[in-house]
């Protein structure tokens, strides 16, 4: 390893080359986590609206079933007075 770092001390054109590898390639990088980033934000914000939706579906049933409940109140109520 210190070879390599002695080249590059007598050879400062490969030790520029080398920087600008390394710079390109943590642009690279940071671009694919960017992506990756977008991505995951995109599938969070689908999912949440897929999980409100089905909460407003299940408070709809909620209210569906309240009133079913007091309608079959109503039909039993009128079924007994009807047997009296």
């Not at 690279?28 to 992506?35: C, E, G, M, P």
Request: glycine share 4%; aromatic share 14%; hydrophobic share 55%.
């Amino acid at each position: 390893m210190a070879s390599f770092i002695a080249f590059l001390q007598e050879n400062p054109l490969y030790g520029v080359g080398l920087a600008f590898l390394i710079v390109f390639l943590i642009i690279s990088l940071l671009k694919k986590a960017i992506k990756l980033l977008v991505i995951a934000l995109i599938l969070f914000v689908g999912y949440s609206y897929y999980l409100n939706d089905i909460f407003d579906a299940y408070q709809d049933s909620n209210i569906n079933l309240q009133s079913l409940e007091s309608k079959a109140k109503g039909v039993v109520d009128e079924a007994k007075e009807a047997l009296e």
